[in-house]
């Protein structure tokens, strides 16, 4: 990467004209220029020789620009992509931006403003380069971790945490729903650390019983219970002088936490059967869909195990909370699987990148790989909606089965003549968003008379999350 030369500039349009007008402005200008007319044609040249900067139009035979984008993102995440679309494209264009290009030029475009861009993203590229040689190692994990997750803001301010604690031998706690990419980022804390060149070890404590746990992670001595004929070693002595991961930890029986608390505390383990005991060395990194304080308020995860691991906690936002992501993530997966199936690639219809930009993915990332990858297995021209065939088709009817839940839940709350039920209780002066609190709290109260004051229950029945019911009732009115 060192020795690219930074005023190499690929142009990628099917309109000649386009091409050659592009190249003689920006020769002109002192850079050097190839130019390509085909989708297919611009994949090849990237393959061949990584570009300063890529001119793309957006529709063009064989791969469509935005195919190509994904692709070039995958392999050169920090590549700047200036996308070209005709009149009618800003919707393309801005699905662009948003799935990584930089910037975009209207056809027809003015002169000045290709100059302006084009110099602009080669200054910014330059001073990274710069950088380059002194931070070097970061920069590739940093090019790594957007290859694998995104370019968006979220994941950039993750990319910072990943390489702020990578360095040290703390402790990390990663929260994150399930499908974020919780492992992901323990991998890329372990290879960005100085335990590299050692083994990384990533258990699922939920995928282990609770009988098998202890024996998997400290190992056992020979004839330590029936059927023990040779000596095991654990997990943990195994992964000496490299990280170990544990996955859906709150899954950890309350007996194995206090031992693992007391192999953070005096970094030693006893296999089972045994009292010698065994120095390691070790990084400990672990990860929860469920908020791990939450766990040691309802007694399901001990407090000073919570406060021994929580030297440095990183939260994964959810896909849903970062769209920016959704369509370059897409587009890998596009590429990938049909690199893996053999097949063109296919292009995305406008409304199925509506209906991706639209749904909530409470799946996460697994779930766009595993509806990406079925999209490409059935299309046969391009990937539609029908392609896509994702559960719930959009936001708005989701929305409206919620609207007919809290109906239906508020009926049975107050009575059969729940709308004069409210009426009469409502107070006199109230603004909009103070009746939506007044009537969220009375929904509240009613269910938690119906539920003997089961909070639990009273969160499974109104479909709130238990932490979010605790909130609303630590604000109710005295």
């Not at 690929?10 to 390509?36: F, M, P, R, W």
């Not at 119906?450 to 909130?471: F, V």
Request: net charge neutral; proline share 4%.
């Amino acid at each position: 990467m060192n020795n690219r030369i930074l005023n190499y500039v690929l142009i990628a349009d099917d309109d000649h004209d386009i091409c050659d007008l592009l190249a003689y402005l920006l020769e002109k200008a002192g850079y050097e220029t190839q130019k390509v007319y085909d989708g297919d044609a611009v994949i090849s040249s990237l393959m061949k020789r990584e570009p300063s900067l890529l001119l793309l139009d957006n529709v063009m035979p064989g791969a469509s620009g935005m195919d190509i984008l994904a692709h070039t993102h995958l392999y050169y995440p920090q590549l700047p992509v200036i996308m070209i679309t005709g009149n009618g494209g800003i919707f393309d264009a801005v699905s662009a931006i948003k799935a990584g290009a930089r910037d975009y030029l209207t056809k027809p475009f003015d002169n000045a403003r290709v100059l302006e861009l084009v110099n602009k993203e080669l200054q910014i590229l330059k001073q990274m380069m710069s950088n380059y040689v002194n931070c070097e190692p970061k920069q590739d994990t940093s090019r790594r971790i957007a290859a694998e997750m995104g370019n968006s803001t979220e994941i950039q301010m993750l990319i910072k945490s990943i390489l702020n604690v990578a360095p040290t031998n703390f402790s990390v706690i990663i929260q994150g729903q399930s499908g974020t990419g919780k492992e992901l980022v323990a991998k890329n804390i372990h290879l960005a650390s100085q335990r590299s060149s050692n083994i990384f070890t990533p258990i699922d404590c939920g995928a282990i019983p609770d009988t098998l746990i202890e024996n998997e992670l400290f190992g056992h001595e020979k004839g330590s219970y029936t059927g023990a004929d040779q000596r095991k070693v654990g997990r943990i002595e195994a992964t000496e002088g490299g990280t170990l991961f544990l996955d859906e930890i709150v899954n950890l029986s309350l007996s194995s936490q206090s031992k693992l608390l007391r192999v953070l505390q005096e970094r030693v383990i006893y296999r089972v059967g045994s009292i010698k005991p065994i120095p390691v060395n070790i990084r400990i990194l672990v990860a929860s869909n469920e908020d791990l304080l939450d766990a040691v308020i309802k007694g399901r995860f001990r407090e000073d195990l919570y406060f021994r691991l929580n030297e440095f906690t990183i939260r994964i936002p959810s896909l849903h909370n970062r769209p920016a992501d959704i369509l370059f993530l897409a587009h890998r997966y596009i590429l990938e699987t049909s690199l893996e199936l053999g097949k063109s690639i296919p292009p995305l219809s406008s409304s199925a990148i509506n209906e991706l930009l639209q749904y909530s993915w409470p799946g996460n990332v697994r779930e766009l790989r595993a509806v990406m990858r079925r999209a490409v297995l059935l299309a046969e021209i391009e990937i539609g909606v029908s392609e896509l065939n994702l559960p719930v088709s959009t936001n708005t009817k989701q929305l409206s089965d919620q609207l007919d839940k809290a109906q239906k839940t508020s009926c049975e709350v107050f009575s059969d003549n729940c709308l004069e039920c409210l009426e009469s209780r409502l107070p006199e002066g109230m603004t909009l968003k103070e009746m939506e609190v007044f009537v969220s709290n009375m929904i509240i109260k009613q269910m938690m008379i119906r539920t003997g004051n089961n909070k639990s229950e009273t969160s499974r029945r109104l479909s709130i999350d238990y932490k979010t019911l605790l909130s609303k009732i630590k604000k109710f009115p005295t």
